[in-house]
């Protein structure tokens, strides 16, 4: 053989082997995706049956004595905030804001301190144990951080250096979270682009979609195929029906941007003595919240605990008629919640709001169909509290499997979405997002963030970054 000949074969030889070393880590890697994706799926559906259950639990204690909840919520409350400064820093809020900013930071020992596992697994223990404890609180935005933190650490177990993948991982995680979480796939990918990235990255894409799909398919694989508010078969049109979209638009995106507003100014810090009181004793201050939490549910007789997906659901299918106090009261339940600084989402119970928003329209509005104005008022005011529209419309359509009322819902989506930015206007993310950036920039050593780019976040990271060390 010549020396020529067997040059081009060793080269062809060494060819093959770095082919197949590449096409070997490169199904690594997307294998190892899948598994991330799937266990999104599987933890988010662990972590509804975990809430399902504390909910019940809680039932069962307002049955023995409504009076129980006056020392149930407050000592609660109390213990849920200590654990969550003293050990868990960055576990507080909903956790859409915390997966939000990791996409724009660029000191990665934040990020991985934020996705950690550790703070994802008391993300599901404290959120459930709110629940237990009577807090007006959801799952779902904190099956988002849960999701994102997962995904981020399969990128970790990856050795991936690269901030464009990473943050990708954070954004499939993020989005199938939300699949997971309502069962509505289409839901996550909108939400992904619409409030997580605010922009679609075809590099990342792909990872995205993957996640998405195989999340929700383990959700749907694990608890069957279901609609979150079931089945409606309502329709809303074009006429006099359409009476409803203003009315529901108008009164909703009101509610909802005042809603934002509040938590905004809270976020601020509140001025005088009581600012300085909250900022010292935040313990104590989440006490005083479960006192007025358990106020709330003895007035309402407990519909202001929880989640509210029971009172919205039996709104939306007419089986049960609430009062106009109702969403008042859930209004202000939420509001005491957050502001108590717990780890909890506020999607379940604005959807809850909106539901009994809606609810009390539609006795004045004679030509439209009853269940048909309960979700324009659902997709109302949650479109005006996390001011995304095209995210409102997708997952109200899909937790309702009724495609018929898609254009009355963007219709009123849109509109709620203008009269709350007349109220309110910053997203409510966002506004927090500049309270964490500037409180964060002045304690980090080096920046945390990417400079130009508008990052919703939320401020107890800012806190976390500073009050975490002092505690410590």
């Not at 991985?112 to 959801?138: D, E, M």
């Not at 709001?353 to 324009?376: D, M």
């Not at 018929?404 to 709620?416: E, P």
């Amino acid at each position: 053989m010549r020396p020529s000949t067997a040059l081009r074969q060793s080269n062809r030889i060494q060819h093959l082997r770095r082919t197949a070393r590449r096409t070997t880590t490169q199904w690594r890697r997307t294998l190892t995706w899948w598994l991330g994706a799937i266990l999104v799926g599987v933890v988010a559906v662990s972590f509804a049956g975990t809430a399902d259950w504390a909910a019940r639990v809680r039932g069962r204690m307002v049955g023995w004595n409504p009076y129980v909840m006056l020392i149930v919520i407050p000592s609660g409350l109390a213990f849920s905030t200590w654990l969550t400064r003293r050990f868990f820093a960055g576990a507080q809020g909903s956790g859409i804001p915390q997966t939000i900013a990791t996409l724009h930071i660029e000191n990665f020992s934040i990020v991985n301190r934020v996705l950690s596992l550790k703070v994802a697994s008391a993300k599901i223990v404290l959120t459930c144990f709110g629940l237990l404890a009577g807090a007006s609180i959801g799952r779902e935005g904190p099956t988002v951080q849960i999701g994102a933190a997962i995904m981020h650490g399969f990128s970790r177990l990856l050795g991936i250096s690269s901030v464009a993948a990473r943050r990708g991982a954070i954004l499939a995680g993020g989005a199938a979270g939300v699949s997971a979480a309502f069962n509505t796939p289409l839901a996550g990918i909108v939400f992904a682009i619409e409030e997580l990235s605010h922009s679609f990255e075809q590099k990342t894409s792909g990872t995205m979609l993957t996640g998405v799909v195989l999340s929700g398919v383990t959700a749907i694989a694990l608890v069957g195929n279901y609609s979150y508010f079931g089945h409606t078969d309502v329709d809303v049109p074009i006429g006099t029906a359409w009476i409803a979209v203003l009315t529901c638009g108008i009164v909703g995106g009101l509610a909802g941007g005042t809603f934002s507003a509040i938590l905004i100014r809270f976020s601020k810090g509140l001025p005088g003595r009581l600012g300085r009181g909250i900022k010292a004793r935040p313990v104590l201050f989440a006490a005083s919240c479960g006192v007025v939490l358990a106020g709330l549910g003895l007035v309402s007789h407990g519909a202001t605990y929880g989640t509210g997906y029971t009172q919205a659901r039996e709104i939306i299918d007419g089986s049960e008629h609430y009062p106009a106090s109702f969403f008042i009261l859930k209004f202000v339940a939420t509001v005491v919640s957050y502001c108590s600084g717990i780890p909890g989402g506020l999607f379940a119970p604005s959807l809850s709001v909106g539901a009994g928003i809606g609810g009390w329209i539609e006795q004045y509005l004679p030509h439209t169909t009853p269940g048909a104005v309960v979700l324009l008022g659902t997709v109302a005011y949650f479109s005006a509290v996390v001011q995304a529209p095209l995210t409102a419309t997708v997952i109200v359509m899909e937790m309702c499997d009724n495609q018929q009322v898609t254009l009355a819902l963007m219709a009123t989506s849109f509109l709620a979405f203008g009269v709350s930015r007349m109220i309110c206007k910053h997203a409510l993310y966002g506004a927090l997002a500049d309270s964490f950036m500037e409180a964060a920039h002045k304690t980090a050593p080096e920046p945390i963030y990417t400079r130009g780019e508008t990052t919703p976040a939320v401020e107890a990271l800012a806190e976390d970054a500073t009050a975490g060390k002092a505690d410590r």
